[in-house]
């Protein structure tokens, strides 16, 4: 019986998106050769990497709207980098809400002046800054929509004419947004999409072409949007799977039904933490992720009693990260919402035993 997969990545995928790729694996579209062997530049390749392009814009209501979607490779780490390079001219503002925000940060200020305007670093990230005032003379602010380690998430985003940059690699997909909001989106697949080895990036062309600094070629946006994420040999597996759980969604009904889903999982899951008192949760309330929720203990001796008891309900993935400790269930798109009512009854069951 396969697990009940609480990874923060590479995570938990549809089942019938495994089955779909594994005979991919085996015979792609009855070519009699396996998707992981033919030439990117073939037709039947081409024609996946055109979907899930198309996909991913349909999906985020941006198709007609001015953007292109890429899939590239480096991680969402190497959009750190590349985000900077291609908009930053002289300044650009961040929100450091956690680990991923902060090494953006970090990569920012190789390129330019860079201003942390908003932080929760003082109580270990467990808190969405607010009530902070974007300048207006930036060449972009950048922000972490969900961050993964903490569990905390925005439920709101500021209101600024800057463009705005975001990282929404634990949380694309999972939640109605209006996307046209932001000029640059890009994610790891590994969280909410796909395998790892791609990442999601998709650009408003508009934004573009304002920076008076030479950008090598691999890491020019504009050079991968006229290339059509072709530049180079791109990861041809991760894409077709991307490709798959991306269509699944959309059968599923886009992200307005994945939305519905993934609030039932969320609320069934918090509600247990704050009704059982052997448990506390780490993020602020107002600001708890739906997609990874993270708690703790109240008495860390009984740690191994509930250790084995969620490893004995096939249980998998929940310890927390090392800066936070405890636990962290992640609740991405493919998890089924039998998968939390069993944490959820190993957590009642851990009670009962205390």
């Known amino acids: 019986m396969k697990k009940h997969n609480f990874s923060a990545g590479p995570c938990v995928l549809p089942q019938e998106v495994f089955q779909k790729a594994s005979q991919a694996i085996l015979n792609f579209n009855n070519m009699d050769l396996s998707i992981i062997e033919i030439s990117h530049r073939d ?20 198709e007609g709207k001015g953007y292109k979607a890429l899939f590239l490779q480096g991680g969402a780490s190497m959009q750190f980098l590349m985000a900077a390079y291609n908009l930053l001219e002289t300044k650009a503002v961040y929100a450091d809400t956690g680990t991923w925000a902060a090494k953006a940060v970090k990569e920012a200020k190789l390129f330019g002046e860079v201003d942390v305007i908003a932080s929760s670093k003082d109580k270990n990230y467990n808190y969405i800054p607010k009530g902070y005032s974007i300048p207006e003379d930036a060449d972009y602010f950048h922000c972490t929509s969900n961050n993964t380690i903490f569990g905390t998430q925005y439920k709101e ?19 109605e947004l ?7 989106i890009y994610a790891g697949a590994q969280k909410n999409m796909g395998p790892a080895g791609t990442t999601l990036v998709v650009v408003k062309e508009d934004v573009l072409g304002k920076v008076t600094r030479a950008i090598p070629s691999m890491l020019s946006y504009k050079n991968h949007i006229d290339k059509e994420s072709m530049f180079n040999t791109p990861p041809v597996f991760a894409v077709y799977t991307s490709m798959l759980t991306l269509e699944w969604l959309q059968n599923l009904g886009g992200i307005a039904a994945i939305e519905k889903i993934n609030n039932q999982k969320a609320a069934l899951l918090y509600s ?21 929720a993270t708690f703790n203990l109240v008495d860390e001796s009984h740690k191994e009693v509930f250790d084995k008891l969620w490893k004995e309900a096939n249980i998998n993935g929940i310890n927390g990260h090392r800066s936070v400790g405890g636990y962290r269930a992640s609740m991405y798109n493919a998890l089924p919402l039998e998968s939390v009512e069993v944490l959820v009854d190993t957590m009642k069951k851990f009670e009962s035993t205390i």
Do not use: H, Y
């Open 43 to 62: 037709k039947n390749f081409v024609a996946v990497m055109e979907k899930a392009q198309t996909l991913a814009l349909e999906l985020l209501g941006l």
């Open 157 to 175: 985003f500021p209101q600024t004419s800057v463009p705005v940059v975001c990282d929404m690699s634990s949380d694309i997909f999972s939640r």
């Open 178 to 184: 209006d996307f046209s909001k932001f000029s640059v």
């Open 272 to 292: 247990e933490i704050d009704r059982n008192p052997l448990f506390k949760g780490f993020a602020a309330v107002e600001d708890r992720s739906n997609m990874n």
